[in-house]
């Protein structure tokens, strides 16, 4: 495209690139992402039941469950015997992977809701690269995901997690990659549906049985064979694995032996990557 013209030794329009009309291409995509971002921000934090569903919700759950499990947990250890542990203390990666879940769905739900109330034809018709809608809606997703685990994650000495600067810092970013896949996959979903009841109808139908076999209510070693292998597909399972890892920094002790935290991190990674590339597509398809 040219971006700039200048005249040649003919006298002749001869298109080049300006450094300086790229760069305010670059910042013009960058205010399109940010704007969306803050406005999600600032609609959450507007929406004072989405803040107690979102964290509210798991908090009980681990509560009540893990209370109930909490001294007849039993899991296979690394060396094959069967051995009693604290289900607090196992359930607790699972329950901030269940709060970025919640918080990416009630994020990304927004899509349908700006449909409806002519948002997104706006934003969609703006002078903006479908690209800079994606970024803004999953970055929103994933900040306020962050902000809403951190109010748990400071729960984790109370279970003898020890939250030393390296665990927080390793278990934030972490739960930044995940929340960019959850948010990825959200919108993925979301963008095509015309109604919050469908989205609500596969969540219930995929996205919680999603998180139920991922590790975090149950490890994968006591489990019936048909499960464990769909355990092993289910790309949450890497990330709860990863958020167990880095809240323990690999000491096990006391709890199912787990995948190496390199291995469960790059998987992440790459299924973060995955959603957000097929969530840039179905939005640069669909009108």
Known sequence: MCLECVPNAENRCECVMSNEVALSSVEHWMLASLSL???????????????????????VFWLVIGSGLHNSFQYVAAAGAVETGNYLRYAFPGTMALIVMFTAIFSTISVIEDRQQGFLQGVVAAPVPRSAIVFGKML????????????????????????????????????????IALSGLGLLIAWPLESTQGFHAIMNLVLVPMWLLSGAM????????????????????????????????????????????WGAIAVTLAFAALMTILAARIVDKRN
């Open 140 to 179: 929103g997703a994933t900040v306020l995901a962050v902000l809403q685990a951190i109010p748990f994650l400071l729960l984790a000495p109370l279970v003898g997690i020890s939250l030393t600067p390296a665990v927080f810092a390793g278990t934030l970013l972490v739960l930044f990659v995940l929340g």
């Open 37 to 59: 971002t803050r406005r999600e921000v600032v609609r959450f934090l507007r929406q004072r039941s989405r803040v107690v569903g979102a964290l509210g919700t798991p908090i």
């Open 218 to 261: 149950f490890p994968p070693g006591g489990a019936a064979k048909w499960l464990t292998w769909i355990m092993f597909v289910n790309p949450l399972t890497y990330g709860v694995t990863a958020l167990r890892q880095a809240l323990y920094l690999g000491d096990m002790s006391g709890l199912p032996a787990a995948l190496p935290m």
